[in-house]
T-cell receptor, first 115, second 113 residues
Framework: NAGVTQTPKFQVLKTGQSMTLQCAQD?????MSWYRQDPGMGLRLIHY???????DQGEVPNGYNVSRSTTEDFPLRLLSAAPSQTSVYFC??????????????FGSGTRLTVV | GDSVTQMEGPVTLSEEAFLTINCTYT??????LFWYVQYPGEGLQLLLK?????DKGSNKGFEATYRKETTSFHLEKGSVQVSDSAVYFC????????????FGKGTTLSVSS
Protein backbone atom coordinates (compact mmCIF):
# COMPACT_ATOMS: atom_id res chain seq x y z
CA ASN A 1 0.00 0.00 0.00
CA ALA A 2 1.25 3.46 -0.90
CA GLY A 3 2.08 5.65 2.04
CA VAL A 4 4.61 6.57 4.68
CA THR A 5 6.26 3.75 6.61
CA GLN A 6 7.96 4.37 9.95
CA THR A 7 10.08 1.91 11.88
CA PRO A 8 10.30 0.94 14.65
CA LYS A 9 6.85 1.50 16.18
CA PHE A 10 8.19 1.41 19.72
CA GLN A 11 11.66 1.93 21.17
CA VAL A 12 13.18 2.25 24.62
CA LEU A 13 16.61 3.85 24.89
CA LYS A 14 18.95 4.55 27.74
CA THR A 15 20.20 8.08 28.24
CA GLY A 16 23.21 8.71 26.00
CA GLN A 17 22.42 6.01 23.46
CA SER A 18 22.02 6.87 19.80
CA MET A 19 19.53 5.52 17.31
CA THR A 20 17.94 6.17 13.94
CA LEU A 21 14.21 6.40 13.29
CA GLN A 22 13.43 5.27 9.78
CA CYS A 23 10.93 6.88 7.41
CA ALA A 24 10.21 5.76 3.86
CA GLN A 25 7.56 6.85 1.35
CA ASP A 26 6.66 5.36 -2.00
CA UNK A 27 4.64 8.25 -3.45
CA UNK A 28 7.58 10.08 -5.02
CA UNK A 29 6.95 13.02 -2.71
CA UNK A 30 9.60 15.73 -2.76
CA UNK A 31 8.82 17.13 0.67
CA MET A 32 9.37 15.12 3.85
CA SER A 33 9.36 16.19 7.47
CA TRP A 34 9.66 14.99 11.04
CA TYR A 35 7.41 16.10 13.89
CA ARG A 36 7.32 15.24 17.53
CA GLN A 37 4.08 15.05 19.47
CA ASP A 38 4.00 15.74 23.18
CA PRO A 39 0.99 15.93 25.50
CA GLY A 40 -0.58 19.38 25.45
CA MET A 41 1.93 20.63 22.85
CA GLY A 42 0.47 19.55 19.54
CA LEU A 43 2.97 18.61 16.85
CA ARG A 44 6.22 20.49 16.49
CA LEU A 45 8.46 20.42 13.43
CA ILE A 46 11.97 19.01 13.97
CA HIS A 47 13.53 18.94 10.49
CA TYR A 48 12.30 18.93 6.93
CA UNK A 49 13.57 18.32 3.41
CA UNK A 50 12.36 19.67 0.07
CA UNK A 51 14.30 17.13 -1.96
CA UNK A 52 17.26 14.77 -2.02
CA UNK A 53 20.34 16.48 -0.64
CA UNK A 54 18.39 19.39 0.88
CA UNK A 55 17.45 19.61 4.55
CA ASP A 56 16.59 22.40 6.95
CA GLN A 57 15.73 22.91 10.60
CA GLY A 58 12.29 23.27 12.04
CA GLU A 59 11.12 24.58 15.39
CA VAL A 60 12.86 22.04 17.66
CA PRO A 61 15.98 20.66 15.88
CA ASN A 62 18.43 20.39 18.79
CA GLY A 63 19.61 16.85 19.47
CA TYR A 64 18.48 15.52 16.09
CA ASN A 65 20.20 14.99 12.77
CA VAL A 66 18.77 14.25 9.34
CA SER A 67 19.98 13.55 5.83
CA ARG A 68 18.20 12.92 2.55
CA SER A 69 20.22 10.83 0.12
CA THR A 70 17.19 9.51 -1.81
CA THR A 71 13.69 10.77 -2.54
CA GLU A 72 12.18 7.82 -0.67
CA ASP A 73 14.01 7.90 2.67
CA PHE A 74 14.35 10.49 5.40
CA PRO A 75 15.91 9.04 8.58
CA LEU A 76 16.00 10.91 11.87
CA ARG A 77 19.04 10.37 14.08
CA LEU A 78 19.19 10.92 17.81
CA LEU A 79 22.82 11.56 18.59
CA SER A 80 22.77 11.13 22.37
CA ALA A 81 19.31 10.39 23.71
CA ALA A 82 17.95 12.41 26.62
CA PRO A 83 14.76 11.91 28.68
CA SER A 84 13.42 15.16 27.15
CA GLN A 85 13.31 13.34 23.81
CA THR A 86 10.69 10.92 25.07
CA SER A 87 7.87 11.53 22.62
CA VAL A 88 5.91 10.20 19.68
CA TYR A 89 7.60 10.94 16.38
CA PHE A 90 5.75 11.33 13.11
CA CYS A 91 7.11 11.47 9.60
CA UNK A 92 5.04 13.25 6.96
CA UNK A 93 5.42 13.80 3.23
CA UNK A 94 3.73 15.67 0.39
CA UNK A 95 4.23 16.42 -3.27
CA UNK A 96 5.02 19.72 -4.97
CA UNK A 97 2.59 22.61 -4.97
CA UNK A 98 2.45 23.35 -1.30
CA UNK A 99 0.28 21.96 1.43
CA UNK A 100 -2.77 23.68 0.00
CA UNK A 101 -2.85 21.47 -3.05
CA UNK A 102 -1.22 18.31 -1.78
CA UNK A 103 -2.28 17.10 1.62
CA UNK A 104 0.37 15.74 3.89
CA UNK A 105 0.52 11.98 4.39
CA PHE A 106 1.57 10.91 7.87
CA GLY A 107 3.18 7.73 9.05
CA SER A 108 1.74 5.82 12.00
CA GLY A 109 4.41 7.07 14.39
CA THR A 110 7.29 5.86 16.55
CA ARG A 111 6.81 5.94 20.30
CA LEU A 112 10.19 6.57 21.90
CA THR A 113 10.96 6.36 25.60
CA VAL A 114 14.32 7.46 26.97
CA VAL A 115 15.12 6.23 30.48
CA GLY B 1 5.25 34.12 14.07
CA ASP B 2 2.23 32.26 12.80
CA SER B 3 0.25 30.29 15.35
CA VAL B 4 -2.92 28.28 15.86
CA THR B 5 -5.09 28.26 18.96
CA GLN B 6 -7.81 25.70 19.44
CA MET B 7 -10.15 25.00 22.31
CA GLU B 8 -8.86 22.84 25.09
CA GLY B 9 -10.43 19.47 25.61
CA PRO B 10 -11.53 16.98 26.34
CA VAL B 11 -14.91 17.41 24.74
CA THR B 12 -17.43 14.80 25.84
CA LEU B 13 -20.68 14.39 23.89
CA SER B 14 -23.51 11.96 23.53
CA GLU B 15 -24.15 10.31 20.18
CA GLU B 16 -26.11 12.55 17.75
CA ALA B 17 -25.11 15.75 19.58
CA PHE B 18 -23.86 18.82 17.72
CA LEU B 19 -20.11 19.39 17.72
CA THR B 20 -18.14 22.60 17.53
CA ILE B 21 -14.39 22.80 18.05
CA ASN B 22 -13.10 26.35 17.92
CA CYS B 23 -9.92 27.27 16.08
CA THR B 24 -8.37 30.69 15.56
CA TYR B 25 -5.13 31.57 13.88
CA THR B 26 -2.51 34.29 13.63
CA UNK B 27 -0.72 34.71 10.33
CA UNK B 28 1.00 37.50 8.47
CA UNK B 29 0.02 36.30 5.01
CA UNK B 30 -2.81 34.25 3.56
CA UNK B 31 -2.47 30.75 4.97
CA UNK B 32 -4.25 27.58 4.00
CA LEU B 33 -6.17 26.00 6.86
CA PHE B 34 -6.63 22.35 7.74
CA TRP B 35 -8.28 20.00 10.17
CA TYR B 36 -6.52 16.72 10.85
CA VAL B 37 -7.89 13.80 12.86
CA GLN B 38 -5.89 11.25 14.85
CA TYR B 39 -7.59 8.02 15.86
CA PRO B 40 -6.11 6.07 18.79
CA GLY B 41 -2.75 4.54 17.95
CA GLU B 42 -2.67 5.97 14.45
CA GLY B 43 -1.05 8.82 12.54
CA LEU B 44 -2.82 11.97 11.46
CA GLN B 45 -5.28 11.99 8.58
CA LEU B 46 -6.41 15.04 6.66
CA LEU B 47 -10.08 15.66 7.44
CA LEU B 48 -10.73 18.83 5.44
CA LYS B 49 -9.04 21.96 4.17
CA UNK B 50 -9.71 25.48 2.89
CA UNK B 51 -7.29 27.56 0.91
CA UNK B 52 -8.86 31.04 0.80
CA UNK B 53 -11.29 33.26 2.63
CA UNK B 54 -14.93 32.10 2.68
CA ASP B 55 -14.00 28.64 1.41
CA LYS B 56 -15.85 25.83 3.15
CA GLY B 57 -14.11 22.52 3.61
CA SER B 58 -16.24 19.44 4.21
CA ASN B 59 -15.78 15.71 4.64
CA LYS B 60 -17.60 12.86 6.44
CA GLY B 61 -20.25 15.28 7.75
CA PHE B 62 -17.66 17.68 9.18
CA GLU B 63 -17.50 21.26 7.96
CA ALA B 64 -15.32 24.31 8.55
CA THR B 65 -15.42 27.76 6.94
CA TYR B 66 -12.35 29.96 6.47
CA ARG B 67 -13.29 33.29 8.11
CA LYS B 68 -10.64 35.89 7.43
CA GLU B 69 -12.46 38.66 9.29
CA THR B 70 -12.43 36.66 12.52
CA THR B 71 -9.28 34.62 11.70
CA SER B 72 -11.20 31.46 12.52
CA PHE B 73 -11.74 27.97 11.14
CA HIS B 74 -14.16 26.28 13.51
CA LEU B 75 -14.96 22.61 13.01
CA GLU B 76 -18.62 21.55 13.14
CA LYS B 77 -20.65 18.39 12.76
CA GLY B 78 -24.38 18.19 13.11
CA SER B 79 -24.63 14.70 14.62
CA VAL B 80 -21.58 12.96 16.04
CA GLN B 81 -21.09 9.21 16.23
CA VAL B 82 -19.09 7.06 18.61
CA SER B 83 -16.68 6.43 15.75
CA ASP B 84 -15.83 10.17 15.69
CA SER B 85 -13.99 9.80 19.00
CA ALA B 86 -10.45 10.99 18.24
CA VAL B 87 -8.06 13.89 18.63
CA TYR B 88 -8.67 16.80 16.24
CA PHE B 89 -5.92 19.20 15.19
CA CYS B 90 -6.32 22.54 13.51
CA UNK B 91 -3.34 23.55 11.38
CA UNK B 92 -2.20 26.21 8.97
CA UNK B 93 0.30 26.28 6.17
CA UNK B 94 2.26 29.44 5.61
CA UNK B 95 1.20 30.44 2.13
CA UNK B 96 0.80 28.51 -1.08
CA UNK B 97 4.29 27.07 -0.99
CA UNK B 98 4.48 26.67 2.77
CA UNK B 99 7.11 24.23 3.86
CA UNK B 100 5.53 23.22 7.13
CA UNK B 101 2.27 22.80 8.93
CA UNK B 102 1.78 24.71 12.18
CA PHE B 103 -0.51 22.81 14.52
CA GLY B 104 -2.76 23.68 17.39
CA LYS B 105 -2.43 21.59 20.53
CA GLY B 106 -5.28 19.27 19.63
CA THR B 107 -8.74 18.66 21.06
CA THR B 108 -9.78 15.24 22.30
CA LEU B 109 -13.36 14.30 21.46
CA SER B 110 -15.08 11.46 23.26
CA VAL B 111 -18.53 10.38 22.09
CA SER B 112 -20.64 7.97 24.14
CA SER B 113 -23.65 5.96 23.04
Amino acid sequence: NAGVTQTPKFQVLKTGQSMTLQCAQDMNHEYMSWYRQDPGMGLRLIHYSVGAGITDQGEVPNGYNVSRSTTEDFPLRLLSAAPSQTSVYFCASRGLGGAANYGYTFGSGTRLTVV
Amino acid sequence: GDSVTQMEGPVTLSEEAFLTINCTYTATGYPSLFWYVQYPGEGLQLLLKATKADDKGSNKGFEATYRKETTSFHLEKGSVQVSDSAVYFCALSEGQAGTALIFGKGTTLSVSS
